[in-house]
């Protein structure tokens, strides 16, 4: 049943991502050839946002199609980990983008370029609604969590604040003529972009080197299992990731030599479940303390295969 459910919430959710990717891509040209035509660099960074947007919102898709690849004997976590690996090449363009635009605000501070504040006002105007538009698509998703959703969304969100900023320098170079708040504004944009692709950056390769999810604390988790299954004795060598934002564990307990064996290993999984969403866990069970060398990953190990070499 959950099953089914899920399915049509992808399908809803790949509507409203190819929806607003369209909407993107489509002002992302016009705001391009408004930046040209009316000299305005504002609305090329606002573009050059846009582009990212875009991408994000690609990449957003990318993911939903990719959680539906089925895991296979090579890749055995399916090819969830692609959208992580998308955020941080997404973060990467970002970075890339902003250097440019403020490399070519500088340009314009010492040589000042004619701006034509009305045809630049109703560009602006016109992105502000687009962006609007696709903010509204993605924040009516069920996918609030998926990381890819959220930093299209958060995407969007600096766009309308760059829009909004256009439409400012627009109205002050109607008014006053006053040409280099454009590209002061283009390098506020910039700084707002900067923002968004660091906090993208810092969380793609937190995941990527296997970090354990910000929102767990492995030190309470062995506590509260000792704690709360009488049989067990002590937790250790846990292993705690993220593939495709969803969390893996593998840990090893001692316990006292339960009477039914595969009840104990239920209770540790359903409490593993229920109070930290880990669907996956590999457990396994002890009756006497494990000896450091025979445990995996400790400095026994370690200086064992030194001596190969």
């Not at 983008?97 to 560009?123: D, S, Y």
């Not at 494990?290 to 190990?301: F, H, I, Q, S």
Request: glycine residues 6%; aromatic residues 6%; charged residues 15%.
């Amino acid at each position: 049943m959950a099953h089914a459910h899920t399915h049509s919430e992808t399908n809803s959710n790949r509507n409203r991502l190819l929806a607003a990717f369209l909407v993107t891509a489509v002002f992302m040209v016009a705001e391009v050839a408004g930046g040209l035509l009316s000299g305005s660099l504002a609305l090329l960074a606002d573009a050059g946002h846009m582009l990212t947007d875009a991408a994000a919102l690609l990449m957003a898709l990318l993911a939903v199609q990719l959680a539906r690849c089925k895991p296979n004997a090579r890749h055995t976590f399916g090819l969830l980990r692609l959208t992580t690996l998308a955020a941080f090449v997404n973060a990467i363009a970002l970075l890339v983008i902003t250097v440019l635009i403020v490399w070519e605000a500088i340009q314009r501070f010492i040589h000042p370029h004619p701006v034509e504040g009305g045809f630049m006002l109703g560009i602006a105007v016109a992105g502000l609604l687009a962006n609007l538009l696709s903010f509204w698509l993605l924040h009516r998703g069920s996918e609030e969590k998926n990381l890819n959703v959220r930093a299209a969304a958060l995407h969007v969100l600096g766009d309308l604040l760059g829009s909004v900023g256009a439409i400012a320098a627009a109205l002050i170079i109607m008014f006053t003529g006053w040409t280099p708040v454009d590209p002061i504004l283009s390098i506020l944009v910039s700084l707002l972009v900067v923002r968004s692709a660091w906090a993208l950056m810092k969380e793609s390769v937190h995941e990527l080197l296997e970090g354990a999810p910000g929102s767990m604390d492995v030190e309470k988790l062995k506590k509260m299992l000792t704690r709360n299954i009488p049989e067990v004795r002590n937790v250790h060598h846990i292993h705690l990731w993220l593939v495709g934002e969803k969390p893996v564990m593998t840990l090893h307990v001692q316990v006292i030599p339960p009477y039914d064996h595969d009840a104990l290993l239920h209770r540790i999984h359903d409490y593993l479940h229920e109070n930290y969403q880990i669907e996956h866990a590999t457990v396994q069970m002890e009756y006497q303390q494990c000896e450091a060398n025979l445990c995996g990953l400790t400095t026994g190990t370690l200086t064992h295969s030194h001596h190969h070499h």
